[in-house]
Nanobody, 122 residues
Framework: QVQLVESGGGLVQAGGSLRLSCAAS????????MGWFRQAPGKEREFVAA????????FYADSVKGRFTISRDNAKNTVYLQMNSLKPEDTAVYYC???????????????WGQGTQVTVSS
């Protein structure tokens, strides 16, 4: 069982940056692949980025490639999402999630955080 708590969301102007954090409880954090997802009002939850348990492999949605960076610190049980060059269309609730094998498929993730709001103004 993994419990996840996101933080770092907020209001930022277009072109700005935010760093989201996701703190995990449990001693098995380092055995899980982690992902970030987002859901805008009226839209389905979508994949943003994922990272393998070791951090050696990362994956990104085309819409954020080159602007967002996922990373993890297993010693701190934390995964991060650095978001640069933010756009109004990045506005959404951002969720972190854990799964056994790294994947971009939303339904494959077993544990989810409560989400943190990111709002990008134009």
């Amino acid at each position: 069982q993994v419990q996840l708590v996101e933080s770092g969301g907020g209001l930022v102007q277009a072109g700005g940056s935010l760093r989201l954090s996701c703190a995990a409880s449990g001693r098995t954090f380092s055995s899980y692949a982690m992902g970030w997802f987002r859901q805008a009002p009226g839209k389905e939850r979508e994949f943003v980025a994922a990272i393998s348990w070791s951090g050696a492999s990362t994956f990104y949605a085309d819409s954020v490639k080159g602007r967002f960076t996922i990373s993890r610190d297993n010693a701190k049980n934390t995964v991060y999402l650095q978001m640069n060059s933010l756009k109004p269309e990045d506005t959404a609730v951002y969720y972190c999630a854990a799964t056994e094998i790294v994947t971009t498929t939303t339904s494959s993730y077993d544990f989810w955080g409560q989400g943190t709001q990111v709002t990008v103004s134009s």
